[in-house]
């Protein structure tokens, strides 16, 4: 095909390149353009180039050029800026993605990672970027997505309450002034390449009017069709009658126990309870019976966890039921949104088109159906367990291993600490053990069950750079326990206050002047100290929770906080003193590679994982893409199997088990994450993977190193 290419100078740096393709594009029928932002073939452009926590240079090779970074791991982003030129903003509105070719020239694997401006929104600065996995040596080409389909509303819409909006571009790229390249969550020197950077994808517009309301009596989008889409309620009834007919006389997996344990393989000492142990190299989870256990399971099993808010947004929805009718069982309030639209609209009313679907299948007795239906599913599925936040109805039954999930609920916080979930326990106020005492007390659903595996405490705790807590302890007021500790502390070990300002860089009058102070200081000279203090809080928390869960069940495993985003050595080893299996949050393509700080072996479980698609009426894909429900079960299967070859991994739980509602849940996740969708059908690509998967998965294991 001969293909026209036209350049057009934009400013000092950068050209718009439109290239006559096929007819069948993605895109603009007619055109593709293109902006190239850097190219690194004139010099003049490493101007714009700046470094953080890392070095530079350009590399001119025989026909091209590029820059090489070599990042330190004291920062979040550690890598390079690359700026707009002469203060000139890049207008990226009119383009769909952003695109840059990176190289890993280190000696170890690393994620690249890419950030499209610099939105004072966290999340929409995290919606516009992406990451690439890379083998030393390896070479890829990092796409973001700079809106939610490739084509767009003209003028936009304000929807409210949802994270993936159809026609939405995800934040204002009308005056992007930068460009974030970084070593993603590095924990060591490495070094990559960066080379052609460019816009690319002419948007079809569309007209945003009759868009509303976009939602149907089912709960599904209104203005597309698709494979699975239920037209009405005997399609439902048909659909659950063959799944109910087949579920009757599906077996499961050869060679299992009455707890899901592997008859085939070794039986080693039977407790009557779930305990782990070491077994030719490989961690295992083993069955009260005695059986080697490897937990594969789905969070979320329970039709309570997808309603939606309806409150300020009613125009969104076509054919919502009278409250006074047969469906006004299902509206509810929301009394939580700590992120998002409803943060301060609490309490908010809500709808569950999930449990109004269960009802139309199943009638009045459509909750025992779902919990009776989940415990058979999981089994024709081959997996063994039921995740975190589930249904009590449900594990109560004895018929399927379950997790127990335990939130620490009204302590004392840190007052200068945060994180995306809030600021961190103050773990040295005494009351922080008595409300762990009672959140446990209160929570302890599964307590001295054999079918209980163990107990989740807290999630996704946002433990920060090291050192980070410290810092946020000195930042608060004098009356803050954990500054008091850590105050006592250097008291303790400097004696003088010239001698810690010595060593600080500080120049503190007493004591006391350090308590009552909230600057934060020279981190780098104060590192020592504040990394001591931050393993101090670390090993307190695992210490105290330990502690008190063990008094109340005894039997269990304590799975921990079930880790997520960046972690260090310091708390990963505090917590391994004090957990009987580290639980880790991975939204990866792969764990194969997972590590452990050294000098640490113990049973790892992974919490949380998905893949997601928007080939089905889902307006998000979730936190790792997928193309389609197919690519979505070859995804699973190759990170069951990357984690089943993990000497210390012992399973690993895929969140959830239900789609997000496509107007969000209370923080307006709306993501394709579920095995059902919100009509309660199973997707059924995504299923014959996992059974292929699943049913081998004990031999798979042993079999593999």
Wanted: with cysteine; aromatic share 14%; net charge negative.
């Amino acid at each position: 095909m001969d293909l026209t290419r036209i350049f057009s100078k934009v400013g000092g740096m950068g050209f718009i390149f439109l290239v006559a393709i096929s007819c069948n594009s993605r895109f603009n029928k007619e055109e593709v353009h293109r902006l190239v932002l850097f190219d690194f073939e004139d010099q003049a452009q490493t101007e714009f180039v700046k470094p953080q926590d890392a070095t530079f240079k350009l590399v001119k090779d025989k026909d091209n050029s590029h820059i090489q970074v070599n990042n330190g791991f004291t920062l979040r982003e550690t890598g390079v800026k690359l700026l707009s030129p002469e203060n000139k903003p890049w207008d990226l509105s009119g383009y769909y993605q952003i695109r840059a070719d990176v190289s890993n020239v280190g000696d170890e694997k690393m994620q690249v990672e890419l950030f499209v401006g610099n939105d004072p929104d966290g999340l929409l600065r995290w919606y516009c970027s992406d990451y690439v996995d890379l083998a030393p040596g390896e070479s890829k080409t990092i796409v973001v997505d700079l809106a939610w389909t490739p084509w767009i509303f003209k003028p936009q819409i304000d929807v409210k309450g949802m994270r993936g909006v159809p026609g939405k571009i995800k934040a204002n790229l009308t005056q992007v002034t930068e460009l974030t390249f970084c070593s993603r969550y590095a924990t060591q020197s490495n070094s990559f390449t960066v080379d052609n950077v460019w816009a690319e994808g002419k948007y079809e517009e569309r007209s945003p009017d009759n868009f509303f309301p976009f939602i149907d009596e089912f709960g599904q989008y209104i203005h597309d069709n698709w494979k699975g889409k239920m037209l009405s309620d005997i399609e439902l009834k048909e659909k659950a009658k063959l799944e109910l007919d087949y579920l009757s006389k599906a077996t499961g997996p050869k060679e299992r126990g009455t707890f899901g344990g592997w008859t085939g393989g070794p039986k080693l000492e039977a407790t009557g309870f779930f305990r782990t142990e070491k077994v030719d190299g490989k961690w295992w989870i083993v069955d009260p019976e005695g059986y080697l256990f490897w937990t594969v399971g789905l969070n979320c099993v329970a039709s309570d966890a997808v309603f939606t808010g309806i409150s300020h947004r009613e125009n969104y929805f076509a054919n919502l039921p009278g409250k006074d009718s047969d469906f006004g069982q299902f509206y509810g309030k929301g009394s939580f949104a700590i992120h998002g639209f409803y943060k301060d609209k609490l309490p908010y009313d809500t709808y569950n088109f999930y449990q109004s679907n269960l009802y139309r299948k199943y009638g009045d007795d459509w909750l025992a159906t779902f919990q009776d239906v989940a415990h058979k599913r999981i089994k024709d599925w081959g997996m063994n367990t039921i995740g975190f936040m589930s249904d009590f109805g449900a594990t109560r039954q004895h018929r399927t291993p379950y997790v127990g999930s335990v939130w620490i609920n009204d302590t004392p916080k840190i007052e200068g600490s945060e994180g995306f979930w809030g600021e961190f326990h103050d773990v040295f106020d005494p009351s922080f053990r008595v409300a762990v005492r009672n959140s446990i007390l209160s929570q302890k659903e599964g307590a001295n069950d054999p079918y209980c595996i163990g107990y989740f405490v807290d999630n996704e705790l946002s433990w920060g750079q090291l050192g980070s807590l410290s810092i946020g302890t000195l930042k608060s007021p004098a009356t803050q326990y954990a500054k008091k500790v850590f105050v006592n502390d250097l008291k303790r070990k400097y004696v003088q206050i010239d001698k810690l300002n010595k060593v600080w860089g500080t120049d503190y009058q007493s004591w006391e002047a350090l308590l009552k102070a909230t600057a934060s200081p020279d981190h780098e000279k104060a590192k020592a100290d504040l990394v001591a203090f931050y393993e101090k809080i670390a090993k307190t928390y695992f210490k105290t929770i330990n502690e008190e869960l063990k008094k109340v069940a005894p039997n269990q495993n304590y799975l921990g906080c079930r880790f997520a985003w960046a972690n260090n050595d310091v708390v990963l080893t505090a917590a391994s003193e004090y957990l009987d299996i580290i639980s880790f949050n991975k939204y990866e393509y792969s764990v194969a590679d997972f590590k452990l700080p050294e000098g640490v072996d113990k049973p790892v479980m992974i919490g949380e994982f998905h893949f997601g698609a928007l080939d089905r009426g889902s307006f998000h894909v979730g936190i790792k893409k997928a193309k389609d429900q197919a690519e979505r079960g070859q995804m699973f299967q190759d990170y069951i199997q990357g984690a089943l070859k993990h000497p210390n991994i012992v399973g690993a739980h895929w969140f959830q088990y239900i789609d997000e509602p496509n107007t969000g849940r209370f923080d307006g996740e709306n993501y394709n994450v579920g095995f059902l969708d919100i009509c309660d059908n199973p997707y059924e690509e995504l299923i014959e993977k996992v059974k292929e998967t699943t049913y081998s998965l004990y031999e798979y294991r042993t079999n593999n190193i």
